[in-house]
């Protein structure tokens, strides 16, 4: 069991998460295990206690992404990802409030009988008044990834950082999965991710990050105490910035 953190100063005041879908359901036979969804929101719940506003995108791996749709329209098959987000973005704010942690979930798609729409004031809001706010359906819009919602909403909310949680610990030269020479980056410029075509995030998600100047961090959730270690400061995972 991982450590908690304890009260301790971090750089920043208020945080993108961005969580891989697939890791909610890691280690178990459904499409989540409830182990590691506590265990991520206990460690979410110790840098909220650090001081820091959290605002949450999830993916939808674990239950669905739009491109398996291979046969259908693409547009209703995007719109199906965008309730498997809502689906874990609800999971976790279920084990949020067992933790005794408020939290909210907005969606880009009008479900108000158990979220909110997303206003982007209302969602600062609730940051301010120290809630986790979790987003749901991306953007609202099919052809768009988790990673673009994530750094969107990151710029509308005024985050410091990007945090993105993956089944990667960073970003490498190549696909270490394909190329055993590939070699982790400790940093990296965007412009080298778009012009070597690296997949570890979305092309559009790493252009608006360019064009916005929002800094990104790519680390692994292998160990979901990996959260903490990365708020408050250690090496780990790529920084991916205009350098």
Not at 135 to 145: D, E, K, T, Y
Request: charged share 25%; proline share 2%; glycine share 8%.
């Amino acid at each position: 069991m991982a450590t908690e953190a304890t009260a301790n100063q971090t750089r920043y005041k208020r945080i993108l998460l961005k969580l891989s879908g697939e890791a909610l359901a890691s280690g178990g036979r459904n499409v989540l295990n409830y182990d590691i969804v506590s265990e991520i929101c206990r460690q979410i719940v110790a840098v909220k206690e650090l001081g820091v506003q959290i605002g949450i995108v999830v993916g939808g791996g674990n239950i669905w992404r739009g491109r398996q749709g291979e046969k259908m329209d693409r547009t209703r098959a995007d719109h199906m990802g965008m309730i498997a987000t809502t689906f874990n973005s609800l999971a976790l704010q279920d084990s949020f409030e067992q933790l005794g942690v408020e939290s909210r979930v907005m969606t880009a798609i009008e479900m108000k009988q158990f979220a909110e729409p997303y206003i982007r004031n209302k969602a600062v809001h609730h940051l301010n008044n120290g809630r986790i706010v979790i987003f749901g359906c991306g953007i609202g819009n099919p052809f768009f990834s988790t990673d673009t919602a994530a750094v969107m909403r990151a710029a509308e909310i005024g985050a410091d950082i990007v945090m993105m949680a993956k089944n990667i610990d960073g970003v490498y030269t190549a696909d270490p999965r394909k190329d055993p020479t590939a070699v982790k980056l400790d940093t990296v410029d965007y412009k080298y991710i778009l012009q070597n075509e690296l997949t570890v995030i979305d092309s559009t998600a790493a252009s608006f990050s360019r064009e916005n100047n929002i800094p990104l961090l790519i680390f692994g959730l292998d160990d979901p105490y990996n959260i903490v270690r990365a708020v408050k400061g250690e090496k780990i995972g790529t920084v991916v910035e205009n350098i």
